[in-house]
């Protein structure tokens, strides 16, 4: 195995060596907490970053609507393949995209929101919500058809900034939320667990003490600085934290000179896990550089993106290795309408009704398929959902099969089953992408999608009429970047397209002691009080707004006083300005759920598909 290994090896760094050597800012390859059973990639910073800089390139979103339900869990195959793939996805509220549906809306967010892992005790990207929220304009001209509207996502520019600085070699870990963090709470009956406030309130502690020491460092000796220490950790922090207090004091040296070293590492959680920054020669060995290709409007007409290289890649150089999410039944992907019924007993649920088809998610598009099988491999390298079709003769890139052991590649999983493998909870399958000849950096890369996919993409285009398109949200968002919001008796005469909604970010205030705080309708008045930057703008204060009255206003072109709605609990908001309004489509209305949509996998050649997975001959 260790001279399978090996050999491996040194094919990948022959390959890595065709690419051109350009500083790679992201690596992929075994996480820092990957085990032997529980196996698991993970992503790695070429370069450091220091706070609020990008990591990565913006990636887009791709809703999955009322996916997550119980009538996608009503067999123990689809039930493991749901388990599998929740814990790779996000709550659309990230992207703006929760009025998708009715019931359930997440998100897939190939490249750094699939291979970004969770920590408890630290995080180092998040995503800057706002550059996904407040987007303008869509890709397709506003009012007109389109054969390639509701097949591409409208959701783009997912970006994740650094949220702390990050050295060279240190694992990239996301911040899940707090679902996953527990809402900031921890069963911790003997005050000794560690969580990432620990080592947050650890750092903070450590930067007021080395800004006190620096202040008065003439009058300080090294015995003052002891005793000033040891005030903070056994008097003031005691005072301070209680009985979590000598957690905290653990992170801390008690030595105050080597809190500068502490702040030279990146803070508490790297200097007591040093394991978690590999070596540029740890890096070298096991990882492969995810940084080639970035996205930017195609080349071809009527595709929309594109993936384009960053740096020259010789013939035969590796462009990116393609982990995969497998999706072990293709059904999962139909949506019908849903209705309620009501059983013997009076319960009353939600089910699809599997004679009203609404046809298949988005996401099929961005999935690999084969005709003889029921299995989905999803991409989530970065940027590689981007890469367009090309016919053979054009194309400059291919896919084949990894070997390489260090790329959560396992083998033995093309002997198994799609029945089997939705058993098989990790990320195991992944192909690599080859150039097929030289590419320059700029060049846009193209693969074949196959006979079948460009089969029936021809089909469509010979079906597609242009007609006139309802305008939607994507639409009117760069037309009322300064254009009033109509209120409500303006659109009772004038009323915004049919299926768009105003929406509001809100963070509020109450009022001012002695200003009214309920309205004639008995709803709450409350004082809008940010967001007013752009890194305040976030999903979960995004509502459905209904604006009431507007004022001109110096600073923000006009203030708006709206009805927000939350879980259908009316607030009336004053002084909401102009920036923090923007436009939705109503549920089940934008391009994706449009009739005759088209959708169809991207094809794995037949040559190199297993014949375990071939469960419909």
């Not at 388990?83 to 709550?91: C, L, N, Q, S, V």
């Amino acid at each position: 195995l260790w001279r399978i290994s090996l050999f491996y090896f040194f094919l990948a760094m022959k390959n890595a060596s065709l690419v051109l050597a350009i500083q790679c800012r992201l690596y992929m390859g075994p996480s820092s907490l990957s085990t032997e059973d529980e196996p698991k990639l993970g992503l790695y910073a070429g370069v450091d970053y220091d706070k609020d800089d990008f990591v990565g390139y913006p990636e887009v979103a791709i809703p999955l609507v009322d996916f997550t339900d119980s009538w996608n869990r009503e067999t123990d195959l689809s039930n493991d393949v749901m388990e599998f793939i929740e814990g790779y996805i996000w709550t659309a509220e990230y992207a703006g995209s929760k009025w998708e549906g009715n019931f359930t809306s997440t998100l897939a967010v190939p490249g750094i929101g699939v291979l970004a892992n969770y920590h408890s005790g630290t995080h180092n990207v998040d995503w800057l919500q706002g550059s996904a929220l407040i987007g303008k304009g869509s890709l397709f001209h506003p009012g007109e058809s389109h054969p390639a509207r509701g097949a591409i996502t409208n959701h783009d520019n997912m970006t994740m900034r650094a949220s702390r600085p990050i050295k060279k070699g240190e694992e990239i870990f996301a911040n899940f939320g707090q679902v996953w963090d527990g809402n900031g709470t921890v069963d911790d009956v003997y005050g000794d667990k560690l969580t990432r406030w620990d080592y947050e309130e650890a750092d903070k502690i450590i930067d007021r003490v080395l800004e006190f020491m620096v202040k008065h460092e003439d009058e300080l000796t090294d015995e003052l600085k002891d005793e000033v220490l040891d005030f903070i950790l056994f008097k003031v922090l005691r005072a301070a934290a209680g009985s979590h207090a000598k957690v905290i004091r653990s992170l801390i040296p008690a030595h105050p000179g080597k809190l500068q070293k502490v702040k030279d590492m990146g803070g508490t959680f790297a200097y007591r896990n040093p394991d978690l920054i590999k070596s540029q020669k740890w890096l070298q060995k096991h990882t492969v550089c995810v940084d080639n290709l970035e996205t930017k409007a195609s080349t071809i007409s009527n595709a929309g993106r594109g993936a384009f290289a960053t740096r020259d890649i010789k013939t035969g150089g590796i462009i990116a290795p393609v982990p995969t999410l497998h999706i072990a039944d293709e059904e999962l992907l139909q949506m019908f309408d849903i209705i309620q019924v009501e059983d013997e007993e009076g319960e009353k649920s939600d089910i699809y009704d599997e004679n009203k088809s609404r046809g298949q998610q988005l996401l099929l598009n961005y999935c690999f398929g084969h005709p003889e099988s029921s299995l989905l491999l999803f991409p989530i390298s970065p940027m590689v959902t981007q890469i367009n079709h090309a016919p053979p003769e054009k194309a400059n890139a291919r896919l084949s099969w990894s070997n390489n052991l260090f790329w959560g590649n396992s083998p033995d999983l093309q002997d198994m089953t799609p029945e089997e493998l939705s058993q098989y909870h990790h990320v195991g399958i992944t192909l690599e992408l080859y150039a097929l000849r030289d590419i320059e950096q700029g060049d846009e890369v193209f693969i074949d999608y196959g006979f079948l996919w460009e089969e029936a993409w021809n089909d469509h285009m010979q079906n597609y009429e242009e007609v006139d398109w309802p305008i939607k949200a994507y639409d009117l968002k760069g037309e009322y970047v300064e254009k009033p919001y109509k209120t409500k008796a303006e659109r009772e005469s004038l009323p915004y397209p049919k299926g768009v909604q105003t929406a509001c970010f809100i963070i509020e205030e109450d009022m001012p002691d002695g200003l009214r705080n309920v309205n004639e309708k008995g709803d709450d008045i409350v004082l809008f009080s940010g967001p007013k930057i752009f890194e305040e703008f976030t999903g979960n204060k995004m509502y459905m707004c209904d604006i009431i009255n507007r004022e001109s206003s110096k600073d923000f072109l006009y203030n708006y006083t709206v009805i927000a709605i939350n879980e259908e609990v009316d607030t009336q908001v004053i002084d909401v300005p102009h920036f923090a309004i923007t436009f939705i489509d109503l549920p089940y209305t934008s391009d994706l759920h449009q009739a005759n949509a088209f959708r169809h996998p991207i094809g794995i050649p037949d040559v190199i598909f297993p014949q375990a997975w071939r469960d419909k001959r």
